[in-house]
C-alpha cells in the first residue's frame, strides 16, 4: 500500500492559569506522536478521554497550530500557508462528534453540504447541485430531493449524522477523520452509521481515522489502531494482534472494559459484515 498521511513527531501543550490564583499549570495534551495512513485503510485511534485523540485530529487539519512535529500529505509536508491548507482540507475531511452541533441549525441541508464546494470552488451551480444529490444518496438519504429542502431539526440523530458524513465525502477526499462518529447516536443506530463508513470507505478506497474511546467497535471496524495514552502512543499495530496480545496495561485495562454482550453479535440483527483481520 501507498503512504497517504504521514504524522511526524508531533506535540502540543496547553497551558492553564488557575481561576483564584496566578498558577499556571501546562498539560501535554500531545506528546511526540508518530504514526501514518495508507491508502484505502482504517486506522484506529483509541483511548479514554483526556488521552489527545481529537487534538491530534485538530492538528492534523492545522485548526490548532503544533509546538513541533510536521504532517506529510501524499508525500509532501502541509504548512500554515493559506493556499496549501486550503488545498490539503479539501483532500482530508472531518466527521465531527455530535451531529447537533457541527451543523447550522439555520441552514438547510443542500447549503450544508454544498458549503465545502463552494469554499474550495468546485463546480459550476448546476454540477454543485448534482454532486450534493448524488452524494444524498450515497449516504442513502432518500428522497434526496426532499431531504435537501429541510433543515437540521426536522431529521433524526442518525439522518443529522449522514448529513455530516455528506458534507465531508461531497469534495470527493482521500481521507477522512471520524471524531467519535457514533457516540452521541442511540444504540440501535450506531452500526448502521458504521457499516454506511464502512460502505464508502471500501466504494471510495477513502483512507479513515477513525477517533474512538470503544474498543468493541473499532474491533469490527478498523485494520489498524494506535492506543494512546496520556498523550503518547503506548501501542500500536494491527488492530487483530493488538487486542488478542496487548503489550501494556493500559491497552489490557481498554480492553478489560469493553462492555458485554459482544457488539459483533449485537449488529449481526441488522446484517452487518465487520471487517475482520485474522
Not at 69 to 92: D, H, M, P, T
Not at 160 to 178: D, E, F, G, Y
Not at 209 to 236: P, Q
Request: hydrophobic share 35%; glycine share 6%; with cysteine.
Amino acid at each position: 500500500m501507498n503512504e497517504i498521511l504521514k504524522i511526524e513527531g508531533l506535540s502540543k501543550t496547553f497551558t492553564k492559569k488557575g481561576f483564584f490564583n496566578s498558577n499556571i499549570d501546562t498539560v501535554k495534551a500531545v506528546n511526540d506522536v508518530t504514526f501514518s495512513l495508507d491508502e484505502g485503510e482504517i486506522l484506529a485511534i483509541a483511548g479514554q478521554s483526556g488521552s489527545g485523540k481529537s487534538t491530534i485530529a485538530k492538528l492534523i487539519l492545522r485548526a490548532i497550530e503544533p509546538d513541533s512535529g510536521k504532517i506529510y500529505f501524499s508525500g509532501k509536508e502541509i504548512s500554515s500557508n493559506v493556499e496549501n491548507l486550503k488545498n490539503f482540507r479539501a483532500q482530508c475531511q472531518m466527521v465531527y462528534q455530535d451531529p447537533y452541533d457541527s451543523v447550522n441549525p439555520r441552514m438547510k441541508v443542500y447549503d450544508i453540504i454544498n458549503e465545502p464546494l463552494e469554499i474550495h470552488n468546485i463546480g459550476s451551480k448546476e454540477e454543485r447541485y448534482q454532486t450534493v444529490l448524488k452524494t444524498l444518496q450515497q449516504v442513502k438519504l432518500e428522497p434526496a430531493k426532499e431531504i435537501l429542502e429541510k433543515f437540521p431539526h426536522m431529521l433524526s440523530g442518525g439522518q443529522r449524522q449522514r448529513v455530516v458524513i455528506a458534507r465531508a465525502l461531497v469534495t470527493n477526499p482521500k481521507v477522512i477523520i471520524a471524531d467519535e462518529p457514533v457516540s452521541m447516536l442511540d444504540v440501535s443506530i450506531r452500526g448502521e452509521i458504521l457499516e454506511l463508513l464502512d460502505e464508502i470507505q471500501k466504494k471510495n478506497n477513502i483512507s479513515i481515522i477513525y477517533i474512538t474511546h470503544d474498543l468493541a467497535t473499532a474491533k469490527f471496524f478498523a485494520d489498524k489502531i494506535i492506543i494512546l495514552y496520556s498523550g503518547k502512543i503506548v501501542e500500536s499495530g494491527f488492530i487483530s494482534e493488538v487486542l488478542s496480545n496487548p503489550k501494556h496495561p493500559y491497552t489490557q485495562a481498554l480492553i478489560d472494559a469493553i462492555s458485554k454482550p459482544d457488539p459483533k453479535n449485537l449488529y449481526k440483527e441488522k446484517n452487518i459484515s465487520w471487517k475482520t483481520n485474522s
